[in-house]
């Protein structure tokens, strides 16, 4: 085994100091098993002692090193060395620079990998290597037409949703840009165009498009065991967060046509994407065009002005609103709240229905005022603009193939600040994750369940036993009164474990619904191109059209994705959960456990 070869040919012993890599590019003083450690994430709760110590006793022994951890690091090493493209990787003789020679292909892959987001750290080396894997399933499936036979439609769909989104070209994307475009007769309304604002809004809501504000279906906070219950929230602004408007003085359209905020980098921007965006349409840089742009944006900037998070005199937390839908019949003149629902929903909505207002009372008046600001016929086209500007924006945007210049400064910009700045691959991946949720699982658990059953079985005790450690804090708290600590001992010892496969992904019923919900190579209704915006768009309508009916307490979250890296708590229905990626041997590999080794 390499492991072998490592051991007898280094020059010096492998607990002496070597030179490693960090992520600020400086040198630190380390050792090899710190760095094999460090590089596996290969820690257990007494922070990877055991491992190193197991380790060390073995070179002891005979001066080579063949435990399963050794030889798993070493083959790490080993592959990222001989993938690397680096020339002097090739040439170097282990007895003249061992560590070279071992780490030189991983410190340059990671170098480049770690420079496209976070600084470099175990999670995100962890997640390299678990990307890669998934990669490489996906690689071998799509050049084996037997093995792909073998997959059931929901897998095969899974694996279709990454080819997909890893072969869009620009072209691809643009003509789906266009058809959109098309479909609600162009960016700039005209004179003719008398489209209710609830229509134009619902119409955006078919591609997850938010603008004004988010009408939504939740967990009622307060009762989590019965039904849904609709909800209002903050829609994002084009920038992504509202802090970013709050540190700007309130500005006019002449304002951002006269230059006088050219040196503002949200002006600067927002009005580089806006122009990238029209040319991609085909549209022309006239006069209308560019008022059109500083009126969106001008809208942009009051809505969200509106937030709760901004209001600098604001004491104290932000307190729901529960109120009717009868109540907002008032307002029927701006919003007809109940038209909206109607086509929304698909059925009548009594004036009785409650509705909560996330951020407030104060910021449902306020958003009011903006929308009685713009009541007039030029006041609502300016709205319609907006909400078709603000579509096209995140279509473009999540689309991920239409900017051809990597330069930042419009449209690149905003897409790394929505979508991050990893590679297609790992993207394509994310939304399959998002789009397949439960054929994705089902494909991971086909190709790993020789060990997946055991990691899931270590991942329930840790659960365990987290849970286990939080009673016990509760219990013996001094600041908790009784009444709360006797509920919240009551709510923890209710807290559901729950690992790794959604028990949906081993439903038909569930799995047809899902299918049922993502465009495949035959339809022609949606361009592939925006297929992800269309799956998320569907998600939440009939999230929202399930508002009232009872809660599913076996159903996932919509939102968690199986390549989500973090084990997460989810108050709607009590539950840890550990997403699929958990459960495989790049995090939690019941084989390197310290229980099973003693």
Partial sequence: MYAVEMASLRPFHACDSVASWDSAGATSETTLIEVLEIILGMVDDNGGDFIVEQMDAQLEKNDACTSLSCVTAAETLRRKSAASAAPKNHSISPCDDFYEYACAGWDESTRIRAARGSDWNVLLETSFNTHDKITSMFGRLMVNPLAMKDLTKYQLQALTTYATCMRESIEDATEALLQVYKEFGGWLSTAQDQTPIEESLLSAYRTNAVSLFNINAQIDAKDIRSHTVLTMEEAVPFIGSPSVYGAMPAFSVNDLLSGRLDKHWVKSVLFAAGHELGQQLGMHETTEFREALAQAVLLDYKITRCSPSLDL????????????????????????????????IGREVSARTEIVIGPGREYFMKLMTVLREYSTPEGQKIIRDYIKFKQLFLLSIHSGKLVQSKELGGLETLRILYTGDDDRSVQCINRVGMANQLGFASLLERYWAPHLQENMDNARKIGESMRREYIDALRKSTVIDEADRAAMIDKAERIRIRVAVPEAARDVDSLEEEYSMIPNGNDTTRPWAIFFTTVMGNRHWKRTADFGKPVNRNEWPVDTNPFNHNVHYNYETNSILFPIIWSLEQYLDSRLSRSKAK
């Fill in 313 to 344: 005199e604001r004491s104290g937390p932000v307190v729901q609103w529960r109120t009717t839908v009868g109540e907002l019949r008032t307002f029927d003149d701006l919003f007809d709240f109940r038209y909206f629902l109607k086509i929304f």
